[in-house]
């Protein structure tokens, strides 16, 4: 509830005080909640390894994330009515990587679940996948 309170005033301030002759008010809101995230901010960027790794509209990403990891993110969190979700959610193997010690590849490659030998070679750059969508990923549909 409080939570749910303090992004509503937040959200609201914004709102009012969001065009303006000095330029305006934006917000900036830094979690690994989705769930809030795809209902309070307008876009999203997601990070891996120090480096956004998918970008676009908040509810897009939320309902239809491309990148192996934002997948992995929404499906981390367990669903309303769905016991099932709430006991054994899903997860993903082995913790992310020191920021000195990047692995050589596509830094998620170590934990990704659809890594492809080439994912270890190259680091996949941040592309148009769709209409103000970015990802960084070789497997990601476009
Ligand atoms: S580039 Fe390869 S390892 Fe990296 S997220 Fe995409 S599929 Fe996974």
């Not at 995230?37 to 997601?46: E, H, K, N, S």
């Amino acid at each position: 509830m409080v939570q749910a309170q303090v992004l509503e005033l937040l959200t609201g301030l914004v709102r009012d005080l969001g065009t303006g002759p000095a330029g305006g008010m934006g917000m900036i809101l830094i979690s690994h909640d989705l769930g809030v995230l795809g209902t309070t901010c307008d876009r999203i960027a997601v990070m891996y390894a120090g480096q956004v790794i998918e970008s676009g509209p908040a509810l897009e990403i939320f309902d239809n994330p491309k990148h192996p990891y934002t997948r992995a993110l929404a499906a981390a969190f367990p669903r309303v009515g769905d016991p099932a979700a709430r006991y054994a959610p899903t997860g993903l193997p082995g913790d992310p990587p020191y920021p000195g010690y990047l692995p050589n590849g596509c830094a998620f490659h170590p934990r990704c679940p659809i890594a492809a030998p080439a994912c270890s070679q190259g680091s996949p750059a941040l592309v148009e996948v769709a209409p103000r969508r970015m990802a960084a990923c070789f497997e990601v549909d476009r």
